[in-house]
């Protein structure tokens, strides 16, 4: 195998992944909505995870979820081919499917399937904030080139059955912001769960459910934090990834 790949041992269900070390690796928040995400899939669901990059979330929930159908699509290249191949490592064809596409593209085949479940681990970053990578796979992965957040919830709310669930994992600053296009889009919020670095630091990432048509009500689970005070994984944490492991 080249130097630049590496294969990683995901330590759920006998599930790898193999990842590019050039392009953009998954982080601790792709694991946090896989493992939210799993508690809202039922076995009869159709799941679409928007922007699946190499292909973690849809591999993580095949293991901890027993949908039979968890589509992804991604409009680098080069990602797309690496999650089809981490869809023939873990022998999940029969379960699992990548597209290589435009989720703004509404002519796109897959468009016209409707989904139980729609997750996203979107680009964190307006353009407009922070400095731009100048490699241009790991800039989209991170700021908000070649989609926005509107065009992702405009996505999802079209790709939803009415009373699907929309799921997605986020930066606490731009909460207020994600509420307010969620509605616009008649995704209504219904559950929030604020997540820590540790006891004493601010939140950093969040995740949300909002059910597509949906009544207003929302409810905000206990925080939940990542790390102790000694640098270690919480117990809550590691309770929070041992939850609904499937095979």
């Known amino acids: 195998m080249s130097e630049k790949y590496r294969i990683d041992d995901l330590q759920t269900g006998g599930r790898m992944l193999k990842q590019n070390k050039e392009l953009f690796c998954f982080g601790i928040d792709a694991v946090l909505l896989a493992n939210y995400a799993a508690n809202f899939v039922q076995k009869e669901h159709k799941v679409m995870d928007l922007g699946c990059g190499n292909g973690i979330i849809p591999v993580l929930l095949s293991a901890k979820c027993a949908a039979g159908q968890i589509d992804g699509v991604e409009l680098n290249k080069e990602s797309a081919m690496l999650a089809k191949e981490n869809i023939a490592l ?80 986020h930066r606490t600053q731009r909460l207020a912001e994600i509420i307010e296009k969620m509605k616009q889009n008649h995704v209504e919020p219904k559950e929030l769960l604020l997540v820590y670095p540790k006891a004493g630091k601010k939140s950093n990432l969040f995740l949300i459910r909002g059910i597509k048509g949906a009544k207003e009500w929302i409810n905000v689970l206990p925080p939940l934090f990542i790390y102790d005070e000694q640098g270690q994984y919480t117990d809550e944490f590691k309770a929070f990834c041992r939850q609904n492991n499937e095979s």
């Open 90 to 169: 873990n022998r999940l064809q029969h379960r699992l499917n990548i597209f290589c596409g435009d989720l703004r593209d509404y002519a796109e085949p897959w468009q016209k399937t409707r989904y139980n479940v729609v997750v996203s681990n979107p680009p964190y970053i307006k353009c407009a904030d922070g400095k731009i990578n100048n490699k241009v796979s790991l800039a989209a992965a991170k700021h908000e080139l070649t989609c926005t957040l509107a065009d992702v919830l405009l996505c999802a709310q079209r790709l939803l059955k009415a009373g699907g669930s929309f799921i997605m994992i």
